[in-house]
């Protein structure tokens, strides 16, 4: 079955700074890419994903990069706010009726 | 409604006692899910279904932990004689056809006294 590593476990920047939370996924069957982010006491939510089609993606601070490959993917975020401080997950999925599989989790501080 | 709904949002309970969580999906919703978070972890998958087919239940942890699915609608977890590494927030989630978007609801936090 699909197994999700994910790296860091943790991570601390700067105010303004770059993050980046790298996964590597074992299935090359696998074809959709979510992230989810955590806020403290809260749901996951999702904040950005991408299918195996595409290499690349982005939605304002935040951008996902695939590499089929290789079998990972990445979360970059930019220009890192206070507010981006929480748990973020990845996950892989295979089309067709199987679970979708998340990483351990990175917490992410940022720091003013 | 509009999104994944838990009930009930707490549960405190003795240990040896018996609890039902219940998760409603969104309407139309294929796939379902359960995970346990405990404090400061992952997410622990539980148990998984989709659509008609046999759930896959390779997260539970032992047998006192079972789920069950009425078609494509509500969920009920249960957990018969509760022990105290029990405690834990658990997350039910679903999406339209398991390979899309996972919707959580916000949870039930269960505490075993």
């Known amino acids: 079955g699909e197994n999700v590593e994910q790296h860091p476990s943790t991570l601390s920047v700067q105010e303004g700074d770059s993050a980046v939370i790298k996964c590597t996924y074992s299935?090359?069957?696998?074809?959709?890419f979510p992230w989810y982010k955590q806020e403290l006491g809260k749901r996951p939510q999702l904040i950005i994903d991408?299918?195996?089609?595409?290499g690349e993606k982005k939605d304002q601070r935040i951008a996902v990069t695939l590499n089929k490959t290789a079998k990972h993917f990445s979360l970059h975020i930019t220009e890192t706010q206070p507010e981006d401080s929480a748990v973020y997950f990845c996950?892989?999925?295979?089309?067709?009726?199987?679970?979708?599989?998340f990483g351990a989790g990175t917490i992410l501080r940022v720091k003013s | 409604g509009a999104g994944v709904s838990q009930s009930p949002s707490n549960k405190v309970t003795e240990k040896g006692k018996d609890v039902e969580l219940r998760c409603d999906p969104i309407?139309?919703?294929?796939?379902l899910y359960w995970y346990r978070q405990r404090l400061g972890q992952g997410l622990e998958f539980l148990i998984y279904?989709?659509?008609?087919?046999?759930?896959?239940k390779s997260g539970l942890p032992s047998d006192r932990f079972s789920a069950e699915r009425t078609g494509e609608s509500v969920s009920t977890l249960t957990i018969q004689r509760t022990q105290q590494e029990d405690s834990a927030v658990y997350l039910c989630?679903?999406?339209?056809?398991?390979?899309?978007?996972?919707?959580f609801g916000q949870g039930t936090r269960l505490t075993v006294v």
């Open positions: 989630a679903s999406s339209s056809q398991g390979w899309t978007e996972a919707f």
């Open positions: 299935d090359s069957a696998s074809n959709y």
């Open positions: 991408i299918r195996s089609n595409v």
């Open positions: 996950a892989a999925i295979r089309p067709y009726g199987n679970k979708l599989v």
């Open positions: 309407s139309g919703h294929t796939a």
């Open positions: 279904f989709q659509g008609n087919s046999a759930p896959d």
